[in-house]
């Protein structure tokens, strides 16, 4: 059974800097693609990145650009997303995807972790 | 502002059939696979439907997907109280060069 379980979610101020780990099992990790969605409060679904298998290839939504940064280690089946200089814009429940088509179909989630911007 | 449209709600009665609609443009849904998406409040997105009528294992019959030029449908039928939920339609979009999604459709069963 494929289980995604997101950690690192945390209350911080705008400008600060924060670290979200995703532990992934029951599959092959290193096979697949995988993306970070997340959801503001009371809002839709919104892409924020993903990356291929092996890591090589990444894509980043253009309100993350330049700041946030996705990465995975296989060996140890984690997920990351390095978030820097946050808004209150960022403030959302960040879900980790395993991908069934690179970026296009995920097909399996996690349960999310909160990311909260406020002065 | 979504790049995807989708109508804020629907409602239907239990048994009932119902459908909503997802409408993009020639970057994305007219020439791209739609995926669906069910999330009840509180839970995690669930993949429903994906490449515009491809059930995932698991996915009952009732729910269905189909697509024309530029627009996208999900009509679920013999509707059931579980189904009440937010259904978000996605697909890939060449100008953006990523996913994206609708602003979602809550469903409420009468």
């Known amino acids: 059974e494929v289980q995604l379980l997101e950690a690192g979610g945390d209350l911080l101020q705008p400008g600060g800097s924060l670290r979200l780990s995703c532990a992934a099992s029951?599959?092959?990790?290193?096979?697949?693609?995988m993306t970070w969605v997340r959801q503001a409060p009371g809002k839709g679904l919104e892409w924020v990145s993903s990356i291929s298998g092996r890591g090589e290839n990444t894509y980043y939504a253009e309100s993350v650009k330049g700041r946030f940064t996705i990465s995975r280690d296989n060996s140890e089946n984690r997920l990351y997303l390095q978030m820097d200089s946050l808004t209150l814009d960022d403030t959302a429940t960040y879900y980790c995807?395993?991908?069934?088509?690179?970026?296009?179909?995920?097909?399996?989630w996690g349960q999310g972790t909160l990311v909260t911007v406020s002065s | 502002q979504s790049v995807l449209t989708q109508p804020p709600s629907a409602s239907g009665t239990s048994g009932q059939r119902v459908t909503m609609s997802c409408s993009g443009s020639s970057s994305n849904v007219g020439f791209n696979g739609v995926n669906w998406y069910q999330q009840v409040p509180g839970t995690a997105p669930k993949l429903l439907m994906y490449n515009d009528n491809q059930r995932p294992s698991g996915v009952p019959d009732r729910f269905s997907g189909s697509k024309s030029g530029t627009s996208a449908s999900l009509g679920i039928s013999g509707l059931q109280f579980e189904d009440e939920a937010d259904y978000y339609c996605?697909?890939?979009?060449?100008?953006?060069?990523?996913?994206?999604f609708g602003g979602g459709t809550r469903l409420t069963v009468l």
């Open positions: 995807a395993k991908d069934q088509v690179f970026a296009a179909v995920q097909e399996n």
């Open positions: 029951g599959f092959t990790f290193s096979n697949f693609a």
């Open positions: 996605s697909t890939w979009d060449d100008s953006v060069n990523g996913p994206v």
